[in-house]
């Protein structure tokens, strides 16, 4: 029996798209390209959410390979790719109803130090309280089997009561390698109530 749902953020609670992120700078294609691939698709962006680089030091090496005239672009969507923090559509509903029907709520993300300073903005974010697993404070990252081996140590759960979301398969069959079932989101808020009532899940 599911008692336990477990969320992934980017894609599933809270919209990560760089392509929005980065047209909000105004630049032409082939600029726009540049930051998308050396700021959200860089090596440091990984880097930063297993902590193994501070967000200055990341900056600094994307800046190596971005053109001196975009860096204060590159700044810009760096510091500001939060703003404004925007929830998925359907998430907050799709929580609150999770959470009124007496299961437990987890938040399983890849993500660097800085989720602590916009993830408790989220009005979605109350129903999680600190059941937070998030990579950069743990060392570890999905798909990694460590990651989903800490998670259930650090919030002393049963996997078999288990359900994981996540918009990425990778990390999903990660999971599946440690036991863990879940559903990979694609963005449909109801399919995905299709999809958990077919896991059994009161929704």
């Not at 440091?44 to 204060?72: G, K, Q, Y």
């Not at 993830?119 to 109350?126: A, F, G």
């Not at 800490?150 to 990778?170: G, H, T």
Request: proline share 4%; glycine share 6%.
């Amino acid at each position: 029996m599911v008692k336990n749902i477990l969320f992934d953020m980017g894609g599933v609670l809270l919209r990560f798209e760089p392509r929005l992120f980065v047209g909000r700078l105004g630049l032409d294609d082939a600029d726009s390209e540049i930051i998308l691939r050396e700021v959200f698709h860089s090596l440091e962006w990984v880097c930063m959410d297993r902590n193994s680089m501070t967000e200055e030091e990341a900056f600094r090496s994307m800046c190596t390979r971005i053109p001196t005239r975009l860096h204060a672009a590159a700044r810009e969507v760096f510091d500001h790719w939060d703003m404004p923090r925007l929830e998925m559509d359907g998430a907050y509903d799709l929580v609150k109803e999770l959470s009124d029907n007496g299961y437990g709520l987890y938040l399983l993300s890849n993500a660097s130090v800085r989720h602590s300073k916009y993830w408790p903005d989220l009005p979605l974010s109350k129903f999680f309280g600190d059941r937070l697993m998030v990579s950069a404070f743990h060392g570890v990252m999905k798909p990694e089997a460590a990651f989903f081996e800490k998670a259930f140590e650090l919030f002393s759960l049963d996997r078999r009561e288990c359900l994981f979301i996540d918009d990425f398969p990778v990390n999903m069959e990660g999971a599946m390698r440690v036991g863990l079932d879940g559903i990979v989101y694609h963005g449909d808020p109801e399919l995905l109530r299709v999809r958990l009532r077919e896991k059994g899940v009161k929704i």
